[in-house]
């Protein structure tokens, strides 16, 4: 069999042999039973509120100063040439 895929500190593999599903060994492996919290909810609402909030900031403080661009580019009045004497 396989040894367990664990690495201590040190450096060193587990020299344990490891269950075949979960590559490790029965020490080394831990079950966390995944658990949807309730307030996680409301909170990713709020992040997605700020995340889409801060977007739209820099999309603004970007596209306003290409719209300047723009019109004083295209939109101004063009330079007339200056006859030499």
Same mark, same amino acid.
Do not use: N
């Given at each position: 069999?396989?040894?367990?895929?664990?690495?201590?500190?040190?450096?060193?593999?587990?020299?344990?042999?490891? /269950?075949?599903?979960?590559? #490790?060994?029965?020490?080394?492996?831990?079950? !966390? @039973? +995944?658990?949807?919290?309730?307030? &996680? $909810?409301?909170?990713?609402?709020?992040?997605?509120?700020? /995340?889409?909030?801060?977007? #739209?900031?820099?999309?603004?403080?970007?596209? !306003? @100063? +290409?719209?300047?661009?723009?019109? &004083? $580019?295209?939109?101004?009045?063009?330079?007339?040439?200056?006859?030499?004497?």
């Amino acid at each position: 069999m396989a040894r367990c895929f664990h690495i201590y500190d040190s450096g060193f593999q587990c020299v344990d042999e490891a /269950i075949e599903t979960t590559d #490790f060994c029965d020490a080394h492996q831990k079950v !966390i @039973p +995944f658990e949807r919290l309730e307030d &996680s $909810l409301e909170d990713s609402a709020w992040r997605k509120f700020i /995340i889409r909030l801060i977007a #739209f900031l820099l999309l603004i403080t970007l596209l !306003i @100063p +290409f719209w300047y661009t723009l019109k &004083s $580019l295209y939109k101004g009045t063009p330079a007339q040439a200056q006859e030499s004497w």
